[in-house]
């Protein structure tokens, strides 16, 4: 194949799919990463796409955080595969929180009428679980963050440092073994952080998209997260790089 016709070919792909790793595009295409790696920097800078950590995405993809709307809708089997083998850790009586992501609310969704108290700062999640009555709900107070229908700001954050609970449920928009875990929303990310610092155990909800990518605003080192929870479409190469 011409290095045209394959840059051509890997134009078509990412703006179709959206987003695709360098791991795979050598795979399809039988090529080294490296020469997957100019390939996609020649293609960025003619506008047919954007370079991230370890892959590319559409252009028309915005840098920008999605509407709660738009992400409830993306990547739903997997995330709802990382919400089932999430509920195996939330035992009765556990005081929990989860955070505004769309995996979070998948949890909310799935979790049986036990008693359990759940502290979230997603009107979302609250919702969900206001018809479960043995649960008891606690919402942080805060700005809401329409794009999310999560609560932030200072107060949220001050609001967070009057409870400490067993087990914190978070997701992100990237995970990087150097960089570490990292949202696209600043606001977001500030109170992940506090949300870590009052948990005595940290899950990481992340599914397969999330890896080998760094978002803007970093929320901690890899070393903060005691567990991360993702589903079978994730590279071994990626969980190797992890686990390292």
């Not at 290095?3 to 039988?30: P, T």
Request: glycine share 6%; with cysteine.
């Amino acid at each position: 194949m011409l290095v045209a016709e394959r840059q051509e070919k890997i134009s078509d792909i990412v703006n179709e799919r959206g987003s695709i790793r360098v791991s795979e595009l050598s795979g399809l295409f039988g090529v080294t990463e490296e020469t997957i790696r100019r390939d996609l920097e020649k293609l960025e800078k003619e506008g047919y796409l954007r370079r991230t950590h370890g892959g590319a995405v559409s252009p028309k993809e915005p840098p920008y955080e999605l509407s709660y709307l738009e992400r409830e809708v993306m990547n739903v089997a997997e995330k709802k595969e990382v919400a089932e083998q999430a509920l195996k850790y939330i035992q009765p009586y556990d005081r929990i929180i989860l955070d505004a992501s769309s995996t979070a609310w998948y949890i909310a969704k799935a979790l049986s009428d036990f008693p359990l108290t759940v502290l979230t700062n997603s009107l979302k999640v609250a919702a969900e679980l206001s018809n479960k009555e043995k649960i008891t709900v606690h919402i942080t107070g805060g700005m809401l963050w329409a794009d999310s229908l999560a609560l932030v700001g200072p107060l949220a954050e001050k609001s967070l440092g009057n409870y400490y609970v067993d087990k914190a449920f978070i997701s992100c928009k990237g995970i990087d073994p150097e960089w570490g875990i990292s949202d696209s929303n600043e606001f977001q990310a500030l109170v992940k952080k506090k949300i870590i610092e009052i948990s005595d155990t940290v899950y990481l909800l992340a599914d397969y998209s999330k890896f080998g990518t760094k978002a803007f605003s970093h929320i901690c080192h890899l070393n903060q997260i005691d567990r991360i929870i993702t589903d079978c479409k994730t590279p071994n190469k990626e969980l190797k790089r992890i686990n390292a």
